[in-house]
């Protein structure tokens, strides 16, 4: 299985400061088609998980163009240019590779 | 709007059945592979299943493979999970997400349901 492994895994922000989580998967997630199947889930407080990212890059329709995903290897990052209060809850980075999908610990985001 | 309603949860006893349904609407359901997401209470996500959209491939966990059968009907727009010989680590909420793709290429579960709770207690 891939392991998936997300840090840190709580990250008090400011207000209108940026914020950076990390995710590194066990093995590349890179697919013959020259995309990256890692996904960046957000689970607000008492929420079902909502998508944020997929292909390790691509916002999903309506997500704010404060959040961005990059990759480096099987190392991946989602950064979030300036934090809102809307923001808090917790972060999931999901390979989709293959089977079984596994998901990151979770980065608990709170406003300082 | 897609919807995604989660139902059939609830308290169970150890070594018993439960049935868990999804109803989809606001898409063509039949176009779309689906999952099973749960979560335990406090924990984080974990991947349960994923069926295809014509029922020709289905995935499973290791910690369910042999117990949870996932299965739907594309004329009722509905997703099933048929939970068997339940353990006290089946404890969790239960999502179901709909799986997008565009031209093969994947999009992420683009929704998900607002869960139900199944409790696996004496």
């Known amino acids: 299985d891939i392991v998936m492994t997300q840090s840190p895994l709580s990250l008090p922000v400011t207000p209108g400061e940026p914020a950076s989580i990390s995710c590194r998967s066990s093995q590349s997630l890179l697919r013959h088609t020259g995309y990256n199947y890692l996904d960046w889930y957000l689970q607000r407080p008492g929420q079902s998980p909502q998508l944020l990212i997929y292909?390790?890059?691509n916002r999903a329709s309506g997500v704010p163009d404060r959040f961005s995903g990059s990759v480096s290897g099987t190392y991946f990052t989602l950064k979030i240019s300036r934090v809102e209060a809307e923001d808090v809850g917790v972060y999931y980075c999901?390979?989709?590779?293959?089977?079984?999908?596994?998901f990151g610990q979770g980065t608990k985001l709170e406003i300082k | 709007e897609v919807q995604l309603v989660e139902s059939g949860g609830g308290l169970v006893k150890p070594g018993r059945s439960l049935r868990l349904s999804c109803a989809a609407s606001g898409f063509t359901f039949s176009s779309y592979s689906m999952n099973w997401v749960r979560q335990a209470p406090g924990k984080g996500l974990e991947w349960v299943s994923s069926?295809?959209?014509?029922?020709?491939?289905?995935y499973y966990a290791d910690s369910v493979k042999g117990r949870f059968i996932m299965s739907r009907d594309n004329a009722k727009n509905s997703l099933f999970l048929q939970m068997n010989s339940l353990r006290a680590e089946d404890t969790a909420v239960y999502y179901c997400?709909?799986?997008?793709?565009?031209?093969?290429?994947?999009?992420?579960?683009?929704?998900w349901g607002q869960g139900t709770l199944v409790t696996v207690s004496s």
């Open positions: 999901m390979q989709a590779l293959q089977t079984p999908y596994t």
């Open positions: 997400t709909k799986y997008s793709e565009s031209l093969d290429l994947h999009q992420g579960n683009d929704h």
């Open positions: 069926l295809s959209s014509g029922s020709d491939y289905v």
């Open positions: 292909l390790g890059s």
